[in-house]
C-alpha cells in the first residue's frame, strides 16, 4: 500500500507509532479533535513546504443566492477561506492527518481542513460524517474546521469568520502560479478561481490516466 506523509511536526504521537510499527493510521479510529490539535499552529509556509499550492482566492457565501444562504443558516458573509491543495493526495486514500486542501484567512490564519475523494456511489466517511458530492469540480468532500464554526465543525461555510479582512501573507515564491488569496468580492472572480480549480483537478486525472 503507498503511504503518504506530511511533514512530521503534523503529525500527533499516535500516527507516529502506527507509521513507525509499519501499519497504516485507521482513519476511522481518529476523532475529530485528535486532528484539529495537531493542526494547531500550522502555517502557509508549512503547506507550501509539504506541497500544498493555492488554487483560489478567499472564498465566501457572498454568491450564493439568497435561498442557499436561508436553507444553510448562513449570512453572505460567511468565509470558506483560501484554499492549498496538495494534488498529489487526489486519490481514494483516506489519511485524516493529511488533508488534500488547507483553508486559509485573509490574514494567513489557518481555518481549516477539507478531504476530497473522486466521487463514489458510495461516498467516503470520516469522522462519523458522510462526504458529499461536489458538482463544480466533480469531488466528494467533507470539510473539518480548526476554528471554532457555530454551524458546526463539519460545514461548508463558517460565519464566524470573513474574507474582508487584509490580503492573505504568502511567500514570493508559492509555487505552481496559484492566486494571491485576495477577498473575493465579485462573481467574475470567483467564477475564475473554480475555472482554477477545474483545470488543475482535470490535469490531475489526465496525467494519471497515462500512467
Same mark, same amino acid.
Given at each position: 500500500?503507498?503511504? $503518504?506523509?506530511? $511533514?512530521?511536526?503534523?503529525? %500527533?504521537?499516535?500516527?507516529?507509532?502506527?507509521? &513507525?510499527?509499519?501499519?497504516?493510521?485507521? &482513519?476511522?479510529?481518529?476523532?475529530? @479533535? #485528535?486532528?484539529?490539535?495537531?493542526? *494547531?499552529?500550522?502555517?502557509? @509556509? =508549512?503547506?507550501?513546504?509539504?506541497?500544498?499550492?493555492?488554487?483560489?482566492?478567499?472564498? =465566501?457565501?457572498?454568491?450564493?443566492?439568497? +435561498?442557499?444562504?436561508? +436553507?444553510?443558516?448562513?449570512?453572505? *458573509? &460567511?468565509?470558506?477561506?483560501?484554499?492549498?491543495?496538495? #494534488? *498529489? !493526495?487526489?486519490?481514494?486514500?483516506?489519511? %485524516? !492527518?493529511?488533508? #488534500? /486542501?488547507?483553508?486559509?484567512?485573509?490574514?494567513?490564519?489557518?481555518?481549516?481542513? #477539507?478531504?476530497?475523494?473522486? %466521487?463514489?456511489?458510495?461516498?467516503?466517511?470520516?469522522?462519523?460524517?458522510?462526504?458529499?458530492?461536489?458538482? @463544480?469540480?466533480?469531488?466528494?468532500?467533507?470539510?473539518?474546521?480548526?476554528?471554532?464554526? %457555530?454551524?458546526?465543525? !463539519?460545514?461548508?461555510?463558517?460565519?464566524?469568520? *470573513?474574507?474582508?479582512?487584509?490580503?492573505?501573507?504568502?511567500?514570493? =515564491?508559492?509555487?505552481?502560479?496559484?492566486?494571491?488569496?485576495?477577498?473575493?468580492?465579485?462573481?467574475?472572480?470567483?467564477?475564475?478561481?473554480?475555472?482554477?480549480?477545474? /483545470?488543475?483537478?482535470?490535469?490531475? $486525472?489526465?496525467?494519471?490516466? @497515462?500512467?
Amino acid at each position: 500500500m503507498r503511504t $503518504r506523509m506530511l $511533514r512530521l511536526t503534523f503529525i %500527533p504521537l499516535v500516527a507516529l507509532i502506527a507509521i &513507525a510499527a509499519g501499519t497504516a493510521v485507521n &482513519a476511522q479510529s481518529v476523532t475529530s @479533535e #485528535e486532528v484539529r490539535s495537531s493542526f *494547531s499552529g500550522v502555517t502557509i @509556509e =508549512d503547506v507550501l513546504a509539504a506541497g500544498y499550492v493555492p488554487i483560489t482566492p478567499c472564498v =465566501d457565501a457572498s454568491e450564493l443566492p439568497g +435561498a442557499a444562504l436561508i +436553507a444553510l443558516n448562513i449570512s453572505s *458573509s &460567511a468565509g470558506m477561506g483560501v484554499h492549498y491543495l496538495n #494534488e *498529489s !493526495f487526489l486519490d481514494l486514500v483516506l489519511n %485524516p !492527518f493529511e488533508p #488534500e /486542501v488547507f483553508m486559509f484567512g485573509p490574514d494567513g490564519a489557518l481555518w481549516g481542513v #477539507e478531504y476530497l475523494t473522486p %466521487p463514489q456511489a458510495n461516498p467516503a466517511d470520516l469522522f462519523g460524517e458522510d462526504f458529499h458530492y461536489v458538482a @463544480e469540480v466533480d469531488l466528494d468532500a467533507l470539510h473539518l474546521w480548526v476554528v471554532d464554526n %457555530p454551524g458546526g465543525q !463539519f460545514a461548508d461555510f463558517n460565519d464566524a469568520v *470573513s474574507c474582508s479582512t487584509a490580503v492573505v501573507l504568502q511567500p514570493a =515564491d508559492t509555487g505552481s502560479g496559484g492566486l494571491d488569496g485576495r477577498s473575493n468580492t465579485s462573481a467574475a472572480f470567483w467564477l475564475a478561481a473554480v475555472a482554477v480549480m477545474l /483545470v488543475t483537478l482535470t490535469a490531475v $486525472r489526465l496525467r494519471r490516466q @497515462e500512467d
